[in-house]
């Protein structure tokens, strides 16, 4: 099947359609950490990880918290 | 019988009374940044050294090349600290918005009191990294709406503290100088001014000083002119030794605090005598 292209924090990549937020977190090795996703700018939260499929063109954006001021 | 000289040490450190800000009390009056560290471990023992009960991170992009192998919440117990994020980068109210929604989410993944609250900062520019007044109103009154506690960071411009508490802020938090910078409270009557409008019959509404601070007394001098608390972080975070930094800053905190609630002198031009005239024995020029 064709893959769809995305943007995951600024870089283009390419997934299987039907990819959930949370398929694509375990993916990229990410589970069980904290961890949130935006998907164009407007926040998922984490319990609709599991049920949100990313589009084609879709820009997702997972960030975590880092030392800060 | 018993001297007037019996006296006996004090019992407990006076003047440590507790800072109510966004719904809770904190004993410690400092909160502080965990950016800039050599290393994670250092930072763990400078936070524990300095005192604080409050912490501020930022919210960032997962590395998903060349991922480090720790994390900064490994080494930050979130059981014992609150955790404040910020919006550090953020140079529109939109953005910040965003990062204070992404930072909940985390925090509530973390199960922190700190979800739900938020250091607002909505920066003008990258040089200076002065705050765009406009945008921290436009973000505060936005997230009020969706239910954050918003502590916002600004300049030291009266006007502008006046109405970021006005779109519902739950502390204002004026710069002492730039972010960074080192310089101290550079416009002490600045402050001042910001302190009396925001507290003007709210005495109780919580002002903290945030950025400039360059060495513990910068600390002293904003709690002595009747600052809540301060949040500081390259401080000590590059200090040759954060740690003792650490240790000096929570010191100064508190020697500030105690200055103002004790209530200082009034500045004279001239000299007062701390020993009396009375039965001086020698030649006292003009007597």
Redesign the interface.
Known sequence: MQQIRIT????PQEVEPGTTVAALIER???AG????A?VN?A?V??RDHPSRELAEGDTV????????? | MTSAKTSTPPAAEPGLDPLALAGRTWNSRLIVGTGKYESYETMQRALDASGAEVVTVAVRRERLINKEGRSLLEFIDTDRYTILPNTAGCFSAEDAVRVARLGREILEQLNNPGAGWVKVEVLHDKKTLLPDPVGTIEATRELVADGFKVLAYTSDDPASAVKIKEAGAASVMPAGSPIGSGQGVLNRNNILLCLELLKEGDAAYPVIVDAGVGSASDVSVAMEIGADGVLLNTAIAHAKDPVMMAHAMRHACIAGRQSYLAGRIPKRLYATASSPWEGAISYIPGE
Do not use: I, Y
């Open positions: 995951v924090n600024g870089e990229l090795g990410l950490q904290p961890c949130a935006e700018k926040l939260p984490k954006e997972l960030v975590t918290l880092v030392g800060g001021g």
